[in-house]
């Protein structure tokens, strides 16, 4: 079974700074996704930014990017020019290339932003 | 555009009675459906999911239930509910095709059991 761990429970970054929020995941297979969802006071997920593991070129979404390592299982998200709106819990998610859409959620990083 | 809802938003309920959660999508027609429980401070454990009408996967053993009765539906239930029952409740879909689909999250119910 695959696990996702988050190892920093919280982290916090002052406004217009950057912060990295770390993941990594345990898998065997070689054909999966990997997710960055946010969560804000208002606990619905939104989804941050996607990468497939067979594209070994980064994904960026504005100020979110990831470093992708697949060889290492990790998959970090840095946050540029950390806004007020940026806190929130962030969850990494894990999801097989096969296996019916079913989402592996790692704990959880809460993100604060300082003013 | 696609939509789900979930209700009721809040819920408090005394240990050992029933409960029913409801989930609907619009918009999109044989999507994956899905049951999230989140403890307070903790990540998404997935519950159940379901791939069609009346197809219920569960992923963990508790005394929850699931059901699809129509396409775009989805409903939790359980008989008599446990103090540990407690937290925050997702439904998500995904389409059926195509892969490396991200999950569409419904606005969540918040279960109090005490």
């Known amino acids: 079974a695959q696990t996702v761990t988050q190892s920093q429970p919280e982290m916090s970054v002052q406004e217009a700074e950057t912060v990295t929020l770390s993941c990594t995941y345990d898998t065997s297979e070689s054909d999966y996704y990997l997710f960055w969802y946010k969560q804000p006071p208002s606990r619905q997920m939104i989804l941050v930014i996607r990468q497939e593991a067979y594209k070994q070129q980064n994904a960026t979404e504005n100020r979110f990017s990831v470093n992708f390592q697949k060889a290492a299982k990790s998959f970090s998200l840095k946050i540029s020019d950390s806004q007020l709106g940026d806190a929130a819990m962030y969850f990494c998610a894990y999801r097989s290339g096969w296996a019916g859409n079913m989402l592996t959620f790692g704990g959880g990083t809460r993100l604060m932003v300082k003013p | 555009s696609q939509t789900i809802h979930q209700w009721p938003a809040t819920l408090v309920q005394p240990v050992g009675s029933p409960l029913s959660l409801e989930c609907t999508v619009e918009?999109?027609?044989?999507?994956?459906l899905y049951w999230y429980r989140q403890a307070a401070g903790r990540g998404l454990q997935l519950l159940f999911y379901s791939v069609g009408i009346g197809q219920i996967s569960s992923e963990v053993p508790q005394n929850l239930s699931a059901s699809r009765p129509q396409d775009r539906q989805f409903i939790l239930s359980s008989k008599k509910l446990l103090l540990s029952d407690s937290g925050f409740y997702l439904c998500?879909?995904?389409?059926?095709?195509?892969?490396?689909?991200?999950?569409?999250f419904g606005p969540g119910t918040r279960l109090t059991v005490l």
């Open positions: 998500a879909w995904t389409p059926a095709s195509g892969s490396g689909n991200e999950q569409f």
């Open positions: 918009g999109t027609s044989n999507p994956n």
